[in-house]
């Protein structure tokens, strides 16, 4: 398709650069496509602007066009390959999201109309919140940003003692380079962004800090709110919920805000008593070994297991193994031999 771009502006040959804009942004508004809806023929005649836009505000396509004339220059274009309009259609999908987005542009465009120097489209490649429609029609509904989960492993001592946490989470952003419109404007009309796709948005990792209390258990969810992803149309942003997975720890097992471990303690200290160390959260304590402890026997330390920030302190409970001596002399198999009737173990026959 070949078009007259000065007839379709309705400009003449001798019309500048803000003489072609100026035609060209009162036409847009009377044809956008939200102003004219299901309208086929004002859909196609805004594209007949894109187009005679995208040839006369270009100085080296219009000086071709020019020169040319209108049928060497569909044929040959700037490049010998031919004239290519702008692709709009690429986007058929996001069509009339764009075409609303560009009704921001214009709105704001128009506003600056007096401003001297305003009024340009460069302003879209700067992120602003897009809370205003088309002039005249209502606002688009604020909507609420996306929601975002990212999880976070802790040993299962920071996750009961608390801890703060660092993390780089990709969050989606505004589109910096068209500004979360979905399309640019620069020099060859209105085309999709390249960067987003016309998405109007893109991910950028966040470095993220946040304070996790005492107690946390696996599963848990903490709110970082507002730190998902960016709302639309003025609405707020998303949050981000950080899902703790508690690693498996080698000396603890955490029941509620218990925590069990196990102490290995040889034969003599089992029957004669003493002390033993066990680790604790915070380090080590010192525990005593009652005389005749029995092999699976326990002892609680009170306040020694998790406590949560205003929950209930929980304990640590130690079980005590009893390791026995293995390698045995002839002289110590006599001694246990003598002593198997000495001090025999209440309730079993010397046979069990
Ligand atoms: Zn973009």
């Given at each position: 398709?070949?078009?007259?771009?000065?007839?379709?502006?309705?400009?003449?040959?001798?019309?500048?650069?803000?003489?072609?804009?100026?035609?060209?942004?009162?036409?847009?508004?009377?044809?956008?496509?939200?102003?004219?809806?299901?309208?086929?023929?004002?859909?196609?005649?805004?594209?007949?602007?894109?187009?005679?836009?995208?040839?006369?505000?270009?100085?080296?396509?219009?000086?071709?066009?020019?020169?040319?004339?209108?049928?060497?220059?569909?044929?040959?274009?700037?490049?010998?390959?031919?004239?290519?309009?702008?692709?709009?259609?690429?986007?058929?999908?996001?069509?009339?999201?764009?075409?609303?987005?560009?009704?921001?542009?214009?709105?704001?465009?128009?506003?600056?109309?007096?401003?001297?120097?305003?009024?340009?489209?460069?302003?879209?490649?700067?992120?602003?919140?897009?809370?205003?429609?088309?002039?005249?029609?209502?606002?688009?509904?604020?909507?609420?940003g996306q929601d975002l989960e990212y999880h976070i492993?802790?040993?299962?001592?920071?996750?009961?003692?608390?801890?703060?946490v660092?993390v780089?989470v990709?969050v989606?952003?505004?589109?910096?380079?068209?500004?979360?419109?979905?399309?640019?404007?620069?020099?060859?009309?209105?085309?999709?962004?390249?960067?987003?796709?016309?998405?109007?948005?893109?991910?950028?990792?966040?470095?993220l800090?946040a304070?996790i209390?005492?107690?946390a258990?696996?599963g848990q969810r903490h709110r970082l709110a507002g730190k998902g992803g960016?709302?639309?149309?003025?609405?707020?942003?998303g949050d981000l919920f950080l899902v703790v997975r508690?690693?498996?720890?080698?000396?603890?097992?955490?029941?509620?805000?218990?925590?069990?471990?196990?102490?290995?303690?040889?034969?003599?200290?089992?029957?004669?008593?003493?002390?033993?160390?066990?680790?604790?959260?915070?380090?080590?304590?010192?525990?005593?070994?009652?005389?005749?402890?029995?092999?699976?026997?326990?002892?609680?330390?009170?306040?020694?297991?998790?406590?949560?920030?205003?929950?209930?302190?929980?304990?640590?409970?130690?079980?005590?193994?009893?390791?026995?001596?293995?390698?045995?002399?002839?002289?110590?198999?006599?001694?246990?031999?003598?002593?198997?009737?000495?001090?025999?173990?209440?309730?079993?026959?010397?046979?069990?």
């Amino acid at each position: 398709m070949s078009l007259d771009p000065y007839k379709v502006l309705g400009v003449d040959k001798s019309a500048g650069p803000e003489d072609v804009k100026k035609a060209y942004r009162k036409l847009a508004v009377q044809y956008h496509p939200d102003k004219n809806p299901g309208d086929k023929k004002a859909e196609e005649k805004f594209k007949e602007l894109s187009e005679a836009y995208d040839i006369l505000s270009d100085p080296a396509k219009k000086s071709a066009y020019d020169t040319m004339g209108s049928e060497t220059f569909y044929r040959q274009g700037t490049d010998g390959r031919g004239y290519t309009a702008p692709d709009l259609d690429a986007t058929v999908l996001n069509f009339k999201d764009i075409l609303r987005n560009f009704g921001v542009a214009l709105d704001f465009g128009f506003a600056n109309e007096d401003g001297g120097g305003g009024g340009d489209f460069d302003f879209m490649g700067k992120q602003r919140p897009r809370g205003r429609s088309f002039r005249g029609e209502p606002p688009p509904r604020p909507l609420k940003g996306q929601d975002l989960e990212y999880h976070i492993r802790l040993s299962l001592r920071d996750a009961a003692l608390g801890t703060k946490v660092t993390v780089s989470v990709d969050v989606p952003v505004a589109c910096p380079k068209c500004g979360g419109s979905g399309v640019v404007t620069s020099g060859s009309g209105l085309r999709s962004c390249p960067d987003c796709g016309g998405e109007r948005q893109v991910t950028r990792p966040q470095e993220l800090s946040a304070k996790i209390p005492a107690g946390a258990v696996d599963g848990q969810r903490h709110r970082l709110a507002g730190k998902g992803g960016p709302g639309e149309h003025g609405g707020p942003a998303g949050d981000l919920f950080l899902v703790v997975r508690v690693d498996h720890d080698p000396d603890f097992r955490r029941v509620k805000n218990d925590l069990f471990t196990e102490k290995r303690i040889s034969l003599y200290t089992a029957v004669l008593g003493g002390q033993a160390e066990v680790k604790s959260l915070t380090g080590r304590s010192s525990i005593k070994v009652p005389p005749g402890t029995q092999n699976g026997g326990r002892v609680r330390l009170k306040g020694k297991g998790v406590s949560p920030a205003g929950g209930k302190e929980g304990d640590l409970i130690v079980t005590f193994k009893v390791m026995l001596p293995v390698m045995l002399t002839d002289e110590a198999r006599d001694l246990f031999a003598r002593l198997s009737e000495l001090a025999p173990v209440e309730g079993l026959d010397s046979g069990d």
